[in-house]
C-alpha cells in the first residue's frame, strides 16, 4: 500500500537508483578481482625499475605496506570501506591520491568526448536528414560514399595521418597534449590542441549514426501517417520535418545512450594516440602498470558515466514519446496542450 | 456535372523483376455529390487506382496511359507542388486502418488542427481550435474538448477512424477518396462508421470514392458501383443495376 502512494515516477527513480549501485558494485568486485588476476607485479608501478635492485625483504615490505599481501576478498573489503568513506587510496605512478590524479585529467576527457558527442549528435542529425531528403538521389549517394569509406579507417590509422599531415608536414596544429608549456591558460591554445583528437572522434563515429539516422527516417518514410500527412497537402520535405522526425526522435535519443560508451571508447582511443592528458590515457597507463587504486576509480567512473548516460536518454525518451510517457508515469492524464 | 474523369488510366510499377500492370485502361467519372462504390478482391488494383489519381504512388510507379480531369480541368501531369494544392482542399483521404494512419506522437487535435491550418491560414489560433472542436463533433465525438488532447493509442479503432474522418473533412473536399475505411474495425462499428459517412455526404455534399471489397458494404453505401477485377474496371453502373434490389452477396459474379 505504502508503495503505491508513492507514485509512479517516484519509485521509478528509486528503482533506477538502486539499479545504478548495485551495478557499480557488481563492477567494482569484477574490476578488483580480474586486475588482480592479471599477470604484472604493481611494484613497478610504484618503484620503476628499481624493483629489480631491491632484495627480497624490501620488496616484502613494500607489498605489506601497500597492503598487497592479503587475500583478494579481504583486500577487496579494506578497499571498499575506505571507498564509502570516499578513501581511494593513492596511485602507486603518482604517488599521490587517486582522486587528485583523476580531477586534474577529468576536465581534458570531459571537454574532449563532450565537444565530441555533442558534435557527432548534431551532425548526424543533420547527415541523416540531409541523405533521407535526398533518398537515393546522386547528393544522397556521394554523401553515403563519402561515409562509409571514413566509417572504415580505423581511428588510430586516420589519427596518425592526421598528424602526418596537420602537424609533421604542414605544421598548423600540435600534435600531441592538451596544452603548450607555458600557455596552459590559453584557451586558443587548448583549442588548437584539441582539434585534431576532436576529428578523430567525430570522423570515426559520424558516419555510423548519421546512417542509423537517415535509415531509420526513411523507414519513417513508409508509414502510413506518411499518406495522411501529405493527404493534408503537406510537402514531402515538411512531412519529414514535421512527422518523421518526431517518430524517429525517441529512438536517436536511445540510439545515442548507447552511443555514449562507443564514443568514449572512441575518446580513450584518441587520448592515446595524442598523447593527450585524460582519462583514456590513465585507463591504458593504470591497467598496464597495474596500478590498481588508479584503474578502480577509472574503471568506475568510465561505468558511471555510461550508466548515466543511458539513464538520461531513458528520462528524456519518456518525455517525447506519449507511450513511454504513459509507462514512466509521467503522462498526465487530462488534455494535452495542442 | 462530374467532378472527376477518369479515362484510360493505365498505372505500372517498374521493377528490376519487370513491370508490374497494376491499373488498366480504366475509364470512370464521378458525378458531383454521390458515392461510387469502387469493388473488387484484394490486390486487384483499388487502392493503386485512386492513389494515382492523388499522385501518392511511389517513384517506380508510372501512369502509362490516360487522363485524369478535375472539374472539366485535365491534371494528369500536374506537378507534386500543384498537387499539394489539390490534397488537404479539393481532395482528401480516409484510410484502411487508423492506427497507422495517425501519427502516433502527435495529438490527434494537434494533427486535424495541422489540417485546418492548411486549409485555411488565415484563421487565429481561437479560431482554429474552434473549428477542430466542430470537427470533431460532426463526426459524433463526445467531449471533443478533451478527445482533441489525446494520443491515437488512447483511442479505440472507430473512435480513431472519426479522427481521420474529422482530419479529411478539415479540407471541406469535394472529392473524398475512402479506402476501405471499415475493413480494420470491429463489425459493430463498422456500420456506425458507415452510417456516419452517408450522413456526413449528406450534410456536406461532397462526393466520395468509396473502396471496398465486401459486397454488402458496397450495396449499402453505393449510388453507383463499379467493379474491379485484375486491374480492369469491367463494370460500372446505378446501383440497383449492379447489385440488383435482392441479394448483394451475388454482385461478384456478374458479368
Ligand atoms: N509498391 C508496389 N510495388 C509493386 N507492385 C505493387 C506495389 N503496390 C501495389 N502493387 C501491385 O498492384 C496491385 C494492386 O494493389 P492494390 O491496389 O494495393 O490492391 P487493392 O485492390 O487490394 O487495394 C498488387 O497486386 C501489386 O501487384
Ligand atoms: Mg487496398
Redesign the pocket.
Known amino acids: 500500500m505504502r508503495r503505491k502512494s508513492l507514485g509512479r515516477p517516484y519509485l521509478t527513480i528509486v528503482e533506477e537508483l538502486i539499479k545504478f549501485v548495485l551495478s557499480i558494485f557488481l563492477l567494482s568486485v569484477l574490476v578488483f578481482t580480474l586486475s588482480r588476476l592479471a599477470p604484472g607485479d604493481p611494484l613497478y608501478a610504484y618503484y620503476g625499475d628499481r624493483v629489480e635492485k631491491m632484495s627480497m625483504e624490501e620488496q616484502e615490505t613494500a607489498r605489506e605496506r601497500l597492503g598487497l599481501q592479503e587475500s583478494i576478498p579481504v583486500q577487496y573489503v579494506r578497499w571498499i570501506k575506505g571507498a564509502v568513506r570516499g578513501d581511494f587510496g593513492i596511485s602507486y605512478q603518482y604517488k599521490r591520491d587517486v582522486k587528485e590524479v583523476i580531477a586534474g585529467r577529468l576536465g581534458n576527457t570531459l571537454l574532449l568526448g563532450g565537444l565530441g558527442f555533442i558534435i557527432i549528435f548534431v551532425l548526424a542529425l543533420f547527415l541523416g536528414l540531409f541523405c533521407a531528403r535526398r533518398e537515393d538521389q546522386r547528393a544522397d549517394r556521394v554523401v553515403c560514399g563519402i561515409g562509409t569509406l571514413t566509417s572504415c579507417i580505423p581511428d588510430f590509422w586516420l589519427s596518425l595521418l592526421l598528424i602526418l599531415v596537420f602537424s609533421v608536414w604542414l605544421r598548423w596544429l600540435p600534435g600531441s597534449g592538451a596544452y603548450s608549456v607555458g600557455a596552459e591558460g590559453s584557451l586558443a591554445d587548448r583549442g588548437r590542441h584539441l582539434i585534431l583528437p576532436l576529428s578523430v572522434v567525430v570522423l570515426g563515429h559520424l558516419w555510423y549514426y548519421a546512417y542509423l539516422v537517415r535509415n531509420r527516417l526513411l523507414e519513417e518514410t513508409r508509414a502510413d501517417y506518411v499518406l495522411l500527412a501529405r493527404m493534408k497537402g503537406l510537402s514531402g520535405k515538411q512531412v519529414l520535418y514535421r512527422h518523421c522526425l518526431r517518430n524517429a526522435l525517441p529512438s536517436y535519443l536511445s540510439m545515442m545512450a548507447i552511443a555514449f560508451p562507443h564514443i568514449l571508447g572512441g575518446t580513450y582511443v584518441a587520448e592515446t594516440v595524442f598523447s593527450y592528458p585524460g582519462i583514456g590515457t590513465l585507463a591504458y597507463e593504470s591497467a598496464r602498470y597495474q596500478d590498481y587504486n588508479l584503474l578502480m576509480v577509472v574503471s568506475l567512473l568510465t561505468g558511471s558515466m555510461v550508466i548515466l548516460g543511458n539513464l538520461a536518454a531513458k528520462l528524456l525518451n519518456g518525455r517525447i514519446d506519449p507511450r513511454m510517457r504513459l509507462k514512466t508515469g509521467a503522462f498526465k492524464e487530462e488534455a494535452e496542450r495542442w | 456535372m462530374d467532378v472527376l474523369t477518369v479515362k484510360d488510366l493505365s498505372v505500372s ?1 517498374y ?1 528490376e523483376s519487370g513491370e ?1 500492370e ?1 491499373v488498366k485502361h480504366v475509364s470512370f467519372s464521378l458525378r458531383a455529390g454521390e458515392i461510387l462504390v469502387i469493388m ?1 478482391d ?8 485512386c492513389k494515382s489519381i492523388l499522385k501518392l504512388l ?1 517513384d ?2 508510372k501512369i502509362k496511359t490516360g487522363q485524369i480531369f478535375l472539374q472539366g480541368k485535365e491534371i494528369t501531369h500536374y506537378t507534386e507542388k500543384e498537387m499539394q494544392k489539390l490534397r488537404g482542399t479539393v481532395f482528401s483521404m480516409v484510410f484502411q486502418n487508423p492506427m497507422t494512419a495517425l501519427n502516433p506522437c502527435m495529438s490527434v487535435g494537434a494533427q486535424i488542427a495541422e489540417a485546418v491550418r492548411l486549409r485555411n491560414p488565415e484563421l487565429s489560433r481561437r479560431e482554429r481550435q474552434d473549428r477542430v472542436i466542430n470537427l470533431l463533433e460532426l463526426v459524433g465525438i463526445d467531449h471533443p474538448g478533451e478527445r482533441a488532447g489525446q494520443y491515437p493509442f488512447q483511442l479505440s479503432g472507430g473512435m480513431a477512424q472519426r479522427c481521420v474522418i474529422a482530419i479529411a473533412l478539415a479540407a471541406d473536399p469535394a472529392v473524398l477518396f475512402a479506402d476501405e475505411p471499415t475493413t480494420s474495425l470491429d463489425v459493430g462499428v463498422q456500420s456506425q462508421v458507415l452510417e456516419l459517412l452517408l450522413e456526413l455526404r449528406k450534410k456536406l455534399g461532397m462526393a466520395v470514392i468509396f ?1 471496398t471489397h465486401n459486397p454488402e458494404v458496397a450495396a449499402q453505401m453505393a449510388d453507383r458501383a463499379a467493379l474491379m477485377r485484375d486491374g480492369e474496371l469491367y463494370r460500372i453502373g446505378d446501383a440497383e443495376e449492379i447489385f440488383g434490389k435482392t441479394i448483394p452477396n451475388n454482385c461478384g459474379r456478374i458479368d
Open positions: 510499377f521493377r508490374i497494376a473488387g484484394t490486390g486487384c488494383g483499388k487502392s493503386v487506382l511511389p517506380i510507379a473502396i
